[in-house]
Nanobody, 120 residues
């Protein structure tokens, strides 16, 4: 499974950004897709996940109400719409694929990461 993430960049506080993650390869349709992030000096943190059908979506506590995950099944691509961004959202965001679990994602495959920087 290959994961191609894109959409990171520099945004001001309160702004919005949308990340994309396209999954490809053998069995890529078998997994749920989601996002993690890692800020400098911090551990990797779960952000969001959506199952294959789009019927179940989970968000990390720090992004609930601000981030929204959507999926284009035909393209096997997920989109993370991030609103009301704050400097605390600054991190490298990693797309991941794996089995969904209640409240998270057991990542088996990782994308290359895309940097999101929120300036104050």
């Amino acid at each position: 499974v290959q994961l191609q993430a894109s959409g990171g960049g520099l945004v001001q506080v309160g702004g919005s950004l949308r990340l994309s993650c396209a999954a490809s390869g053998r069995h890529s349709n078998a997994y749920s897709l989601g996002w993690f992030r890692q800020a400098p000096g911090k551990e990797r943190e779960f952000v969001a996940v959506m199952n294959r059908s789009g019927g179940d979506t989970y968000y990390g506590n720090s992004v609930k109400g601000r981030f929204t995950l959507s999926r284009d099944g035909a393209k096997n691509t997920i989109y993370l719409q991030m609103n009301s961004l704050s400097p605390e959202d600054t991190a490298v965001y990693y797309c991941a694929a794996g089995p969904i679990m209640v409240g998270g994602l057991k990542a088996r495959y990782w994308g290359q990461g895309t940097l999101v920087t929120v300036s104050s």
